[in-house]
Structure formats: C-alpha cells, structure tokens
C-alpha cells in the first residue's frame, strides 16, 4: 500500500475550504440581520434629539411605572403614579412582538378593567417587547418600551 502525501496542493484545498466557510456564513448571517432589521426608529435622528430632553422631563413629571405581565392568554399592562395606584390614560396605543424581528408584531386592544390595561394575545414562551404610547388627560405622551419575559 502506498503513503499518501499531504502536498502543498491538499493545504491550499484546505485553506480555501476554510476561507470558504467562514466567508458563506457571514454572508447568510449578514443577509438574515437585515431581512430581520425591524427598522428605524424614528425618522431624523437629529429632529428627534431637540425635543428629547422636554418629552423626558415631562414624561418623568407624570411619575408613572409601567410593569408587564402574560399570564392566561392575556397581556397585562399596568400603568401606576408615584403611590402606587392605577393610571387610566386617555388614549394607549401598544405594539407587542420580538426584540430581534417585526413578523411576530401584533397590536392588541387594550381594555382598562379598574387596576390595569388588559388585551387577548396568545404569546409564545420567550423575551418581548411592549411598545407603548399613552397620553395622559392633560396631553402629556408618555412613550416606554417595556420588557416582558414569558415563561413557558
């Protein structure tokens, strides 16, 4: 039986097969973080920053909390002042889905039942967000992106 050599051709095979796996990945990582990108904030970056310090002076004046729940179903957002005790808003716009992704986004109605704001939303186990826009009586937004971890 004859001995095979590992010549300088095997070693370029197995340089470039490398290269070329590292290379493809990056590109299918690549490719899915911008099909996933959820997209842009805001608008004009810069248009938005001249107004931030006022919305958030204004938005911390108010003195809310907002702590998220999934628990049968549903989702509950409540929404308290400084001692504690429910806040009905005006008007509440929420936008619940994924960190990483917009295709699991859902808007749900939101019903105020006394102690907070309650919707119907089948959630899968996982992290997610609540993005949310409530205005106050007195026309004060208070905009929040609220973390909500559910457990399986």
Known sequence: MSERRFTGKHAAAVFIGSFAVII??????????????????VKN??????????RRTAQETLGWSVRA???????????????????????????????T?????????????????????????????IRMVARAEDGTEFSQRVVLHVRG
Not at 45 to 54: G, I, P, R, T
Not at 70 to 85: E, F, H, M, P, S
Not at 101 to 116: C, L, N, Q, S, Y
């Open 45 to 54: 970056s810069y248009v938005a920053s001249q107004k931030f310090d006022d």
């Open 101 to 129: 992704h917009v295709k699991d986004d859902i808007t749900p109605e939101f019903r105020f039942d006394g102690d907070a704001y309650v919707a119907k939303a089948e959630l899968d186990e996982g992290n997610w967000n």
């Open 69 to 99: 729940d999934a628990k049968g179903g549903l989702v509950i957002l409540a929404i308290t002042d400084v001692n504690g005790q429910p806040v009905e808003v005006a008007d509440l716009r929420a936008t619940v889905g994924r960190a």
């Open 24 to 41: 493809s990945v990056n590109i299918l990582l690549a490719v899915s973080a911008v099909r996933t990108f959820p997209g842009l904030e």
